[in-house]
Structure formats: C-alpha cells, structure tokens
C-alpha cells in the first residue's frame, strides 16, 4: 500500500467517530459505552478474536447512519409518525453504506453487523426481518446491550430508568425480541458490573 496514507484504512475509523460525535453527542457516550458492554458479552459468548474485533467496532458505530437522519426526527420530542419512522429504521441500512464505503480491514462484517442490529429475534425487527439463528450472533448482543444503554439513558422522549426497572423490561423481552441465551449472558455481565453503562 502507498505510504501516503490518503487512503489508509487507519483513517476511516478516527474520522467516522468524530462526524458521529458532531451529528449528537448523546450517540456518542452512548456508543462508547454499548462498544464496552458488548465487547465483554461477546467474550463471555466465545466469539473468535477477529468478530470480537467488529464487534467492538461495530459497537461504536451501529448508529452512524442516524448522519442521514433529520435533525427533525432525530431529535423529536413526541410519538413519531409513521412516515417519520421509517425515516429513523433507515439509519441501519444509511450506516451499513457508509462502512462499506470505508477502507476497515473488517468492512464486510462490520457493514454486516451494522445493517442488522435491529433485527428481532422473533422476526419483527428490521430492515430485513431475520429470525432467530438467521441473524448474526453479534447483532444478538448488540441489540440487548444497545437496548439497556438506550433505556438507562435521557432520551428527548423519555427520562432515564433505573437499572431495576429496565433489566425488567429486557427480561419480558428475552425469547421474544431478544435471544434467551444472550440475555443470560448479558444479564449474568451488568449484575456483576452495574455502573459499566450507567
Ligand atoms: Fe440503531
């Protein structure tokens, strides 16, 4: 490769956080902490050292594409409407355009895990409506660790909930939208660290 570096893969990752922390600084500390949590999860879930790595990434970057979103549904403070919706679902699609764009060594996973990271276990999610062991074991945890970072913290339509009453939530959850056997995992990780994400 040239050692000018103009087009050095080392370059994409730095300068797609920093336009994320310029879009929303809550994605930002949000996406610094759901990187944290999710790492640890995929460790305890065995996954091998190169899809911990997108993981880790992807962590960080899931919500990138929220950069194609308007500020005006981004950012709204009551019940979107449904057009506005689908407006917020694509943010999924927006951010796995821009990894693939990128020069990460890992691009492929990383795009593939950010594509899908609101898919449901049951099938509900999106953009693709995968089910079950169709969706990527990353976007499993992903989705769970995301999920309690979102509920934990502010959000212009809701304040934050305790850690009682989310991990409540998240457990109606499991077997539904959320994989059983991640949110064992996931569960057994925050009780032992609760202020990791807090
Ligand atoms: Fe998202």
Redesign the pocket.
């Known amino acids: 490769m040239s050692s000018s570096n103009t087009l050095d893969h080392k370059n994409a990752y730095p300068a797609l956080i920093t336009a994320l922390c310029a879009r929303d600084t809550y994605t930002k500390g949000h996406c610094d902490r759901v990187r944290s949590l999710a790492r640890k999860v995929g460790q305890a879930a065995d996954l091998s050292a190169s899809s911990l790595d997108a993981l880790r990434i992807a962590g960080q970057l899931?919500?990138v594409?929220?950069i194609g979103v308007r500020d005006s549904v981004l950012l709204k403070p009551g019940e979107l409407t449904a057009e506005e919706w689908d407006e917020m679902k694509s943010?999924?699609a927006i951010?796995e355009r821009i990894i693939r764009a990128t020069f990460l060594p890992n691009a492929a996973e990383v795009a593939s895990i950010v594509r899908h990271?609101?898919e449901s276990f049951d099938g509900n999610g999106y953009p693709d409506g995968l089910a079950g062991e169709q969706i990527p074991q990353s976007c499993r945890i992903l989705l769970i660790v995301?999920a309690y970072g979102a509920m934990t913290t502010g959000r212009p339509y809701h304040k934050p909930r305790s850690h009682d009453e989310t991990m409540s939530i998240l457990a109606r959850e499991a077997g539904s939208k959320l994989d059983p056997d991640m949110f064992s995992l996931f569960s057994g990780i925050i009780e032992r660290t609760p202020t990791d994400i807090s």
């Open positions: 899931h919500d594409g929220k943010h999924s951010g990271h609101h995301d």
